[in-house]
């Protein structure tokens, strides 16, 4: 019987350790990201620049923006959704994150539509190819 009192005393402990370290680690993944978060809209601002059709988006511009931006992408934890940021923060994160992950096939898929509308000479303001 005391026996399995201590395993019951031992397993309660390490559960309790458990999410307790997990509390103190999304306690300061958030602090982190929240503290990060000037840098996020910045880099979503110069995607937008990147991608605005006002100009190619090269190949180098793409590289610079992923070096320029790499120490934000990899400060990003794979459960930031989970840490209870603003809806706001959250859509941020999300947009900056698959921006980044998705840069080469973005460019691309950019740089098609700006090469036909270029050649047919017609970009309408809000991007789209007339």
Do not use: W
Request: with cysteine; charged share 20%; hydrophobic share 40%.
């Amino acid at each position: 019987m005391a026996l399995l009192i201590f395993i019951l005393i031992c397993a309660g402990s390490f559960a309790i350790l458990h999410f307790y370290k997990r509390f103190i680690r999304n306690k300061k993944a958030k602090e982190n990201l929240i503290a990060l978060l000037p840098a996020i809209e910045t880099a979503l601002g110069q995607y937008q620049v990147l991608t605005n059709y006002e100009s190619y988006f090269s190949n180098y511009q793409e590289q610079q923006y992923l070096q320029t931006n790499e120490k934000a992408f990899k400060a990003i934890p794979s459960y930031y959704n989970k840490l209870g940021l603003p809806k706001k923060d959250s859509n941020l994160l999300t947009v900056f994150f698959t921006n980044y992950k998705n840069a080469a096939s973005n460019r691309a898929a950019y740089n098609n539509l700006f090469v036909k509308a270029e050649a047919e000479c017609c970009i309408e303001p809000n991007g789209d190819v007339a």
